[in-house]
C-alpha cells in the first residue's frame, strides 16, 4: 500500500509565503510525475503545478511566478513553494503521484488527505 501525507498548510497573511510537503511512502518502487492540485470551497479541484520524475514542471496560468514545485526522488517528497499568497489561494492543497509499486507495474495515482491554506486579506 503507498500513503501520501501533506504538511505545511495553515493560516498566512496575505503576500506571505508557505512551502507544502508531501512524502510518499510504502510499497514504492518508482514515482513518476507528481502534482499538486487544490479546491477551494464550492469549486472543482484544479491542477497548480506538476512535476515529471526527471524534473520538468508544469504550472498553472494562475500561478505561474508565484508557485514553484520541486522534488526529492530520493525522499519521495515532492514540495510547493508559494510566494506573495493572495486570499484566493485559500483551498485545500492535494498531492497526487503515479507509482509503480513494481518494475512492471503500471503507475497508479495515489493521493494525499489534503492540507488546508488559508490566507487573510
Known amino acids: 500500500q503507498v500513503q501520501l501525507v501533506e504538511s505545511g498548510g495553515g493560516l498566512v497573511q496575505g503576500g506571505g509565503s508557505l512551502r507544502l510537503s508531501c512524502v510518499a511512502s510504502?510499497?514504492?518502487?518508482?514515482?513518476?510525475?507528481m502534482d499538486w492540485y487544490r479546491q477551494a470551497p464550492g469549486k472543482q479541484r484544479e491542477l497548480v503545478a506538476a512535476?515529471?520524475?526527471?524534473?520538468?514542471?508544469t504550472y498553472a496560468d494562475s500561478v505561474k511566478g508565484r508557485f514553484t514545485i520541486s522534488r526529492d526522488n530520493a525522499k519521495n517528497t515532492v514540495y510547493l513553494h508559494i510566494d506573495s499568497l493572495k486570499p484566493e489561494d485559500t483551498a485545500v492543497y492535494y498531492c497526487?503521484?503515479?507509482?509503480?509499486?513494481?518494475?512492471?507495474?503500471?503507475?497508479?495515482?495515489?493521493w494525499g488527505q489534503g492540507t488546508q491554506v488559508t490566507v487573510s486579506s
Open positions: 512535476i515529471t520524475s526527471d524534473g520538468r514542471t
Open positions: 510504502g510499497l514504492i518502487f518508482s514515482i513518476d510525475a
Open positions: 497526487n503521484a503515479g507509482v509503480k509499486v513494481h518494475r512492471f507495474a503500471a503507475a497508479k495515482d495515489y
